[in-house]
């Protein structure tokens, strides 16, 4: 070979070893930007769910007219989304601006129920860097000095400033160090003055109780016919539901049936079971093994995910309770979830179970995970003819059962109890749908109302004031 011909040979070499890199880079660089996109699509899903689902539990409205005469608004569900949609404007300086925290001795500063303002009431022990990252801020004055929010107020004309309860009760004033003028809250809750609600008022102010509540209820509420979200019936379906728990390894999944006609779905020697029981309830519980949670926006965020992917995401969810938990010598995370059906929160008789969905995180995995879902009927609504019993008339009705439960619970005599004791251990009362879970997969809801007192949830027929359920809190 002369010098000519080895020149040739090394040029045709070099030429077609740029062709492959070229084309290297050419395929390579669409895929990375492909699972950069994906990757950045998925945050974007996630944070998403996230505002969707960690939003108020309830929603009041305090309406300006005096001390004596001042009357509130439990905003209905539609009315909710809005107001919680103009709040989340002004709360986003808060948690990403500059701010000065101090704690409130009493609620004298806190304008003693007179004022107007909107509450923003939220479920149990809920972080506030999960409330914070609705805001896109992890790291705030407000995450560092108050770790837990109940309740966040807002006062209509103190602009700059808002009242943070925390889980313990506790009373934060936070004011912005600079701030914008913003008359949207004034203007949200004069509109919700001119539209249609039930005025609340704080009816047992005289034994110095500030639990709000309708004198009279003239709406007629519908019963609701409910079924469960899995077709118990359907063989095939609930298969097909058992196997996304499983994925590759189904082949390996034992089936048994239970004498109760609940189905269980058992891999290895009960690494993972899926149990769905007659009424539909769904039951998951995965190994352990050694893994510790320590962000709970993480574990939140691998929680949304798993619901998302086993189509667990009923339409008004939201979330009501975090804890953390720990098992032996691993730590995670509980998330309690509940929806809504129409305008008004569902719940239900469930020994093992406070809410619709509960989900137990470890690392980014679940270990745990119950879900009691219905959804609404495509049938016509049934509207009961008769009068919605207000609550006050519940209350005196069932006055002496209340007693018996405080007796039992404090060790006194029935007849050393006053009425005023009963009235000052109410927290709330609200309007919800009960379901008795009586039949299987298919049930009528109807209007129930549910009052917390110190001990105990009670839940009342709203059209006779009797007794439904009641059960321990926690």
Known sequence: MNKEQFKSGLLIILVLMCLVLIQSIWFDIPSKQIQMVSVEENQRRIQEIREEIVVPRRVIVSFDKGQSSSYFAVLKHEDMVEAWFGSKIILHEFFNG???????????????????????????????VLVSSIFESAGNNIVEKIKKIKKIVLPVFSVGTIYIYDAAGNIFEVTLKIYSYNDSLSRLVNNIEEGEFIKHYTLFSFVDSDVIMPL????????????????????????????????ENFDFVRMIKETSGAVVYLYGFSEKTVRINPQGKLTYRKGIGNMFSSNVVEAFDAAIVFLEEQNQLPEGIYLTEVRSINNESNRG?????NYRIGKYPIYFSE?????????EVFGNTITSYDASIREKMDVPAFIKREIIMPPHVVIEKNIQLLKEKYAHEYGLEI??????????????????????????ERQVLFPSWKIVTSETT????????????SRRNN
């Open 458 to 469: 009670y839940f009342f027929d709203a059209y006779r004031g009797s007794l439904i359920s």
């Open 98 to 128: 500059n701010t000065e925290i101090v704690a409130v001795l009493g609620e004298d500063r806190l304008m003693n129920k007179s004022g107007a303002f909107i509450e923003l009431e939220f479920g149990e022990n809920i972080p506030s």
């Open 333 to 337: 995370y509980f998330f309690g979830f």
């Open 216 to 247: 009279n209820y003239d709406v007629l509420l519908e019963r609701v016919f409910v079924e469960s979200k899995i077709d118990v019936e359907d063989e095939s379906k609930i298969r097909e539901i058992a196997q996304s728990f499983f994925n």
């Open 415 to 440: 007849g050393d109890i006053e009425n005023a004791n009963i009235i000052r251990n109410i927290i709330t009362v609200e309007m919800v749908y009960y379901d008795t879970k009586e039949m299987r």
């Open 351 to 359: 020994r093992d179970m406070n809410h619709s969905i509960e989900i």
